[in-house]
Nanobody
Framework: VELVETGGGLVQAGGSLRLSCAASGGTFSRYGLGWFRQAPGKEREFVAAISRTGGNTSYGDSVKGRFTISRDNAKNTVNLQMNALKPEDTAAYYC????????????????WGQGTQVTVSS
């Protein structure tokens, strides 16, 4: 499956952004999906995950209550709504996918997008 992220940009602290990831080349509903981020000089960080049906989600502690992951299996997209953004949210954000039979959020993935940059100014 191929993944392409869009929606990154520059936003002021307290603002919102919505990232989207379009998938092609696979049966979308068979994949668990996730978002990760990586800031310069830091390790990749788990942000959010959503199960195959969208019925189960998981979030990293640093984004709980501010970010929401969703998916549209009819449109082959997964979204990340980011609210109340902070300068520490600045990073490259990556969409990820993994073929799975289970309807649970996943934390390890085999397919990755190229990333989209999010910059939050103070």
């Amino acid at each position: 499956v191929e993944l392409v992220e869009t929606g990154g940009g520059l936003v002021q602290a307290g603002g919102s952004l919505r990232l989207s990831c379009a998938a092609s080349g696979g049966t979308f509903s068979r994949y668990g999906l996730g978002w990760f981020r990586q800031a310069p000089g830091k390790e990749r960080e788990f942000v959010a995950a959503i199960s195959r049906t969208g019925g189960n989600t998981s979030y990293g502690d640093s984004v709980k209550g501010r970010f929401t992951i969703s998916r549209d299996n009819a449109k082959n997209t997964v979204n990340l709504q980011m609210n109340a953004l902070k300068p520490e949210d600045t990073a490259a954000y990556y969409c990820a996918a993994r073929l799975t039979l289970a309807d649970v959020p996943l934390y390890e993935y085999g397919y990755w997008g190229q990333g989209t940059q999010v910059t939050v100014s103070s």
